[in-house]
């Protein structure tokens, strides 16, 4: 299965992520949703780097400023009104998901649990 596919099928396809990307720890973006640009060096390098800063200053993607709710080495969780994003580390990637209007439950949900397949199969 290409990384695309991962983005369409197990995140988008759900319903419950509106916009996607996998991004590789060393670097690059290997999948995203069409039009979607997951800053890599914030995603890498602030969130998981220095997650004290994301929780003062808040997480900003795509243009878009979500207030933190969570910020750690396991994950990292941000919401404004309706929106949310959860960004979760996997051995060699890290996985963000945009949800706009799914309770935030169940987008955490299918990003983790595509996480832990990645996890699972040493990616």
Do not use: H
């Amino acid at each position: 299965m290409s990384w695309q596919s991962y983005v369409d099928d197990q995140l988008l396809a759900t319903g419950k992520i509106s916009k996607a990307a996998i991004l590789g720890k060393a670097g690059g973006v290997w999948a995203a949703s069409s039009g979607y640009n997951a800053e890599q060096d914030f995603v890498t390098k602030t969130a998981f780097g220095a997650p004290d800063s994301v929780q003062g200053s808040g997480i900003t993607l795509n243009g878009f400023k979500f207030m933190t709710l969570r910020a750690d080495a396991d994950q990292v969780l941000g919401r404004k009104g309706e929106r949310g994003v959860v960004i979760i580390p996997t051995t060699q990637a890290i996985l963000v998901g945009e949800y706009d209007g799914t309770p935030a439950g169940d987008a955490n949900v299918v990003v983790a649990k595509l996480a832990d397949y990645l996890k699972s199969v040493g990616y």
